[in-house]
């Protein structure tokens, strides 16, 4: 195995968040010899820090925002500290979306000024951060300007992170393992407007997808409490398809 990733976090939303019921720390993705975080959300740093295994964040070569969400971009200034070993080592390139620069910034100036450099995510785009190759397919549908990412290695790696399911959704993330964001139990009535994925949309992307296999995080409260590792073995009855619930602390080898 020439990399993993590792699930500080699989909570999402609000509620989750606040109450903690799942860790919102996000990913460290590790290939060869390089070291990415990407959304580093609410204590990351923390679940970082007390990991049965030893992770350095000063050993990272880059960070990753999908968006510029709390739950997603909390702790992006302290770990930019940490990667940097408080800012008296400059190093490190971060991705992210303009806005969360220019408006109403989630990563602070004093933080910016620690980095290596400052890529923005554009869609259709291609990025290299040094082992780990990575393209964004398409912007997603949500309230701020979001991008999912897929790590063009062996396998193909997929991260369908928050948006709404639109028609061409499926056909963007043609990878041989994917990672989605489900927060919803079910799909909401007309009258609202909610743009993140149901456990109805991810069965729909994966079944057209057809992933060798698929990873379910960013858990909201419903799913919770429903039971994500019953809920993806029932999936994965029903599409044939195999499915994994992540949970904190899961390490995923490839």
């Avoid at 295994?53 to 702790?75: C, Q, R, S, W, Y």
């Amino acid at each position: 195995m020439e990399g993993f990733i590792k699930f500080f976090g699989t909570g999402g939303a609000r509620f989750v968040v606040s109450k903690q019921l799942r860790a919102t720390g996000g990913l460290w993705f590790h290939y060869k010899d390089t070291n990415l975080y990407i959304d580093p959300g609410p204590g990351a740093l923390v679940r970082i820090n007390t990991s049965d295994e030893v992770f350095n964040p000063a050993h990272l070569d880059g960070i990753i925002l999908t968006h510029k969400h709390v739950d997603h971009t909390n702790d992006v200034n302290v770990l930019i500290e940490a990667m940097t070993e408080g800012g008296f080592k400059k190093r490190g390139i971060l991705f992210c979306p303009e806005d969360a620069i220019q408006e109403d910034p989630v990563v602070l100036k004093f933080a910016r000024n620690y980095l290596d450099g400052i890529q923005f995510l554009k869609e259709k785009r291609y990025y290299i951060l040094k082992d780990i190759p990575f393209t964004v397919p398409v912007r997603h549908i949500h309230p701020v300007e979001t991008y999912g990412i897929i790590f063009d290695l062996n396998p193909r790696i997929g991260l369908l992170t928050d948006t709404r399911f639109f028609d061409t959704l499926p056909e963007h993330y043609r990878v041989d393992c994917l990672i989605v964001n489900v927060l919803r139990l079910k799909p909401v009535g007309q009258q609202y407007i909610i743009d993140h994925l149901s456990v109805q949309d991810f069965i729909e992307v994966v079944t057209e997808v057809k992933p060798e296999v698929a990873i379910m995080t960013h858990f909201g409260m419903n799913i919770i409490e429903e039971g994500p590792e019953m809920l993806a073995e029932r999936l994965q009855k029903e599409t044939g398809i195999r499915i994994i619930a992540a949970y904190d602390g899961m390490k995923w080898e490839f």
